[in-house]
């Protein structure tokens, strides 16, 4: 098994690595600085029957790692996983789940990144990979929008999601709190033609390196100034004891 830093190579094609940092910006301020970076790691497992793939499931696991609002970082609200599952036996695909069986749903409230676009990344990446299970016309499980899992802040914007993938509902309500999605297949899917614009894939060990450069820089800075406060502080210490010696020397030019 490769590094999961490493792209793999799957019958000759090049894939993304299983781990990888995700570096977040504000979407109305693309050239500032990150406001955050996420670590995510890729787990795909499948079993095989005659060649063609019998069961297979992906998680994807995240976890803010710098930027964001910290504060909220006890609630574990800065980690989670999104989960989906292939059954050919079934001749169905959930994207929201483990098994097919259990419906489950998508949860992500990363503190201080809602609404930058990390939830629409990570369900890319299975819809991406349902169409590679070699099933275009499997059936996507139903997918069910519950009342308790949609708040005044995030309703919008999970509905949002599941439909810029091509997921329509039938809402229970006006306010389209709660509904059920209408049957599809997996090849009417509709994934992002490339990730959001305010979103960049860094390589885990290109980001160690980084870090490591940044810090050795920074450590040159610090040893830089404190030779220099270092210096400062002997010229104040000459000048309090022969104030008038040290005058002539800097001003006049003088010894």
Known sequence: MRPAYDDPFINGKSYKPRMLVLEVRDPDQLEDDPVGRVLVERTEVATFHEGAIYESTIEMHYRLIAGGDTRDAGNRQDRGSFVAHYSSLDQLTSLTSSSIGNGGAIFLDLPGLKGHRVGSYLFNEIVLWAQRQGNPDAGVRTIHLLEGQAGASNKERRNRLYETFGIQFDYADADHIA?????????????????????????????????????????????????????????RRAAAAKPLRWTLKHWLGFF
């Open 179 to 235: 509904g059920t999605s209408r049957p599809m297949v997996v090849a009417q899917l509709v994934p992002l033609s490339s990730i959001p614009a305010n979103l960049k894939e860094l390589h885990l060990f290109d980001y160690l390196g980084d870090l490591v450069t940044r810090e050795e820089t920074a450590r040159r800075e610090v040893s830089f100034l404190k030779d220099a406060n270092n210096e400062l502080h002997a010229q």
